[in-house]
């Protein structure tokens, strides 16, 4: 399993072209809640694929392309007209890192410095 610490992944395929593994998967859930009002849809709005970077495997550069799916929210009174399904444990929302490779960065490239508030 490519993905132990993630259920509900399904991997399509798997090519390796000696510089590179290039795995592609998706989410295997029926439906999400919508982030706004928590109603849960099956209505897809589209899909497309996500590119987030990932740590090497085997001493190879790993090429991680997630097709995720946009929902339509069939709240009427939600003001989140379409969300788009998320990935618990593999990516994180608006992230361009999974979570494991998000795990295995140093505190150093996790800190955000502010200078906000400082006195020059």
């Known amino acids: 399993m490519l993905f132990p610490s993630v259920s509900g992944i399904a991997v399509a395929s798997i090519d390796a072209d000696g510089e590179a593994i290039h795995i592609e998967a998706r ?5 999400a809640a919508c982030p706004v009002c928590g109603t849960r ?17 085997a001493g190879q550069h790993v090429v991680l392309a997630l097709r995720v799916r946009r929902y339509v929210c069939i709240a009427p009174s939600c003001p989140r007209r379409t969300f788009v399904e998320q990935m618990p444990g593999l990516t994180r929302r608006h992230g361009r890192v999974t979570e494991r ?9 996790r800190v955000r410095v502010s ?3 400082c006195a020059r």
């Open 41 to 57: 849809s099956e209505k897809v709005h589209s899909s497309y694929l996500r590119f987030p970077a990932d740590l090497p495997s």
């Open 115 to 117: 200078t906000t508030g």
């Open 101 to 109: 490779r998000w795990d295995g960065r140093p505190w150093w490239g």
């Open 27 to 31: 989410c295997t859930a029926t439906g």
